[in-house]
């Protein structure tokens, strides 16, 4: 059964620092990566997603993520935080087709100004 | 493009009690997630339909919870009865294809 790690469970950061969040996966085979955030009271939204092709993906709002088949990662990352990036963000996988998705337990992320 | 709605937004109950839930996907979109979301995890499936069919209910407790899609479109997702253990959100979710899914704004649901 696939499953998703998140290293870091709480991350604090000042305004302008570089972020990046870890996220491994066990499945082996093909697989769909994703990267939801979850703003203060909003819903959950994809920030950016892996199907195939270029391995490094860039997103809304100036994030991007890494895969690397042979670490089994999918790594977020942002060169430079600001305050509206505070949010609690979910790292996701599934193995295609109409399997499931897999979600990671989530990093919360705290920017300060 | 209206979003997948969900409601109530708010339950609470006590144990022993039942309750149900309800999602309008968007128009449009043939997969529907179930998920519960307990305070500090992730997002857990509970139960995936593919337009009317079940793709995955593998960790739906089928003894209290049970879930339907009416025509493809809405869904309504039951427990009866609650435990204390069910308190949680209640997240609903569509995808066009099985990918990227679209969520709703979540039912929390207390059980006292």
């Known amino acids: 059964a696939q499953s998703v790690s998140q290293h870091n469970h709480h991350v604090i950061l000042s305004e302008a620092a570089s972020l990046e969040l870890g996220c491994n996966y066990s499945?082996?085979?093909?697989?769909?990566l994703f990267w939801y955030v979850q703003y203060p009271g909003q819903h959950l939204q994809l920030l950016l997603k892996?199907?195939?092709?270029?391995?490094l993906v860039k997103g809304i709002k100036g994030f991007e993520a890494e895969f690397i088949k042979s670490k089994f990662s999918f790594n977020l990352r942002k060169p430079s935080v600001q305050w509206s990036d505070t949010a609690e963000y979910f790292c996701?996988?599934?193995?295609?087709?109409?399997?499931?998705?897999?979600f990671g337990t989530g990093t919360k992320l705290q920017v300060i100004p | 493009e209206a979003g997948v709605a969900q409601s109530p937004r708010y339950k609470i109950i006590e144990k022993r009690q039942s309750v149900a839930f309800w999602c309008n996907p968007i128009?449009?979109?043939?997969?529907l997630y179930w998920y519960q979301q307990i305070l500090g995890q992730g997002p857990k499936l509970l139960i995936q339909f593919q337009n009317n069919g079940v793709v995955d209910d593998s960790q739906l407790p089928k003894d209290r919870f049970s879930a339907e899609r009416l025509k493809g479109v809405d869904s309504t997702l039951k427990i009866q009865p609650a435990k204390l253990e069910d308190s949680a959100v209640y997240l609903c979710a569509s995808s066009p294809l099985s990918y990227e899914q679209y969520f709703g704004p979540g039912t929390r649901l207390t059980v006292t």
């Open positions: 996701a996988v599934n193995s295609g087709g109409y399997q499931k998705v897999t």
């Open positions: 128009s449009g979109h043939a997969t």
């Open positions: 499945y082996g085979g093909t697989v769909n």
């Open positions: 892996y199907f195939s092709g270029d391995p």
